[in-house]
């Protein structure tokens, strides 16, 4: 992972370096800063919540997609719900107002549009990055507790090679900052659920093990180690 920042940048990033070496896509995780009116502003805000400026939000989305070559029209967001739901962006979406901002109930998006920015959003949540450079598609996945338990991951690369005919080999990935095993600690009941679910990809309890651990008599998860292993 790498941090992009220079003057001329509105806003800087965090890119991954083996995404962005195989030229299909740009890849980027901004955080709260950026640069507004030639001085360091501490809350860049692109996502709609109840209590957003609608005008704020709306000048930081056409800043990012300003900055990224495209514009708001091309920019789809995820409507997250801690879902395993995968979303396919087609033209319908530019071509729908009601469709185009944020497709409800979806926690991953797929696409092979030029020009698209698939856009999702998280606090402590990772988030996993899908280019396949030979097809021309990528995915984006808001990868929470639920979508991670879940294997949301996983359905997004099917959905790749079920509507692209992308071949999991020849993807390249990434997983965003996200909380860490030490940070993420949770109830007895959470961590049952979790595994649970998880059991269904990871049968091997030595896989789970990595991801579901107990300190100070309480459980932990390593949601990018369950990223990384599903």
Same mark, same amino acid.
Request: glycine residues 6%.
């Given at each position: 992972?790498?941090?992009?920042?220079?003057?001329?940048?509105?806003?800087?990033?965090y890119t991954f370096e083996n995404i962005e070496n195989t030229h299909a896509a740009v890849c980027a995780f901004t955080t709260r800063h950026y640069r507004k009116n030639g001085e360091w502003n501490?809350?860049?805000?692109?996502?709609? $919540? %109840? @209590?957003?400026?609608?005008?704020?939000?709306?000048?930081?989305?056409?800043?990012?997609?300003?900055? /990224? !070559?495209? &514009?708001?029209?091309?920019?789809?967001?995820?409507?997250?719900?801690?879902?395993?739901?995968?979303?396919?962006?087609?033209?319908?979406?530019?071509?729908?107002?009601?469709?185009?901002? $944020? %497709? @409800?109930?979806?926690?991953?998006?797929?696409?092979?549009?030029?020009?698209?920015?698939?856009?999702? /959003? !998280?606090? &402590?949540?990772?988030?996993?990055?899908?280019?396949?450079?030979?097809?021309?598609?990528?995915?984006?996945?808001?990868?929470?507790?639920?979508?991670?338990?879940?294997?949301i991951a996983g359905y997004a690369l099917a959905a790749l090679a079920d509507a692209y005919g992308t071949d999991p080999k020849d993807v390249e990935a990434a997983i965003s900052p996200g909380i860490?095993?030490?940070?993420?600690?949770?109830?007895?009941?959470?961590?049952?659920?979790?595994?649970?679910?998880?059991?269904?990809?990871?049968?091997?309890?030595?896989?789970?093990?990595?991801?579901?651990?107990?300190?100070?008599?309480?459980?932990?998860?390593?949601?990018?180690?369950?990223?990384?292993?599903?």
């Amino acid at each position: 992972m790498k941090w992009i920042d220079r003057s001329d940048l509105r806003i800087p990033y965090y890119t991954f370096e083996n995404i962005e070496n195989t030229h299909a896509a740009v890849c980027a995780f901004t955080t709260r800063h950026y640069r507004k009116n030639g001085e360091w502003n501490d809350f860049f805000q692109p996502v709609l $919540r %109840p @209590d957003s400026d609608l005008c704020e939000v709306a000048a930081c989305n056409a800043m990012l997609a300003e900055q /990224f !070559g495209t &514009d708001t029209g091309h920019l789809i967001s995820s409507a997250q719900k801690h879902t395993a739901n995968i979303y396919q962006v087609t033209k319908a979406d530019l071509e729908s107002a009601d469709r185009r901002r $944020r %497709p @409800d109930g979806v926690d991953g998006m797929i696409t092979n549009l030029p020009g698209i920015m698939l856009q999702t /959003f !998280g606090a &402590d949540c990772p988030s996993v990055y899908l280019v396949d450079p030979v097809c021309k598609a990528i995915g984006l996945c808001h990868s929470g507790r639920k979508g991670t338990q879940y294997g949301i991951a996983g359905y997004a690369l099917a959905a790749l090679a079920d509507a692209y005919g992308t071949d999991p080999k020849d993807v390249e990935a990434a997983i965003s900052p996200g909380i860490c095993a030490d940070c993420y600690e949770v109830g007895d009941d959470v961590a049952k659920d979790f595994e649970q679910d998880i059991s269904r990809i990871l049968p091997d309890p030595a896989d789970r093990n990595r991801i579901i651990s107990k300190k100070n008599g309480r459980f932990h998860l390593d949601l990018n180690q369950a990223v990384f292993l599903t």
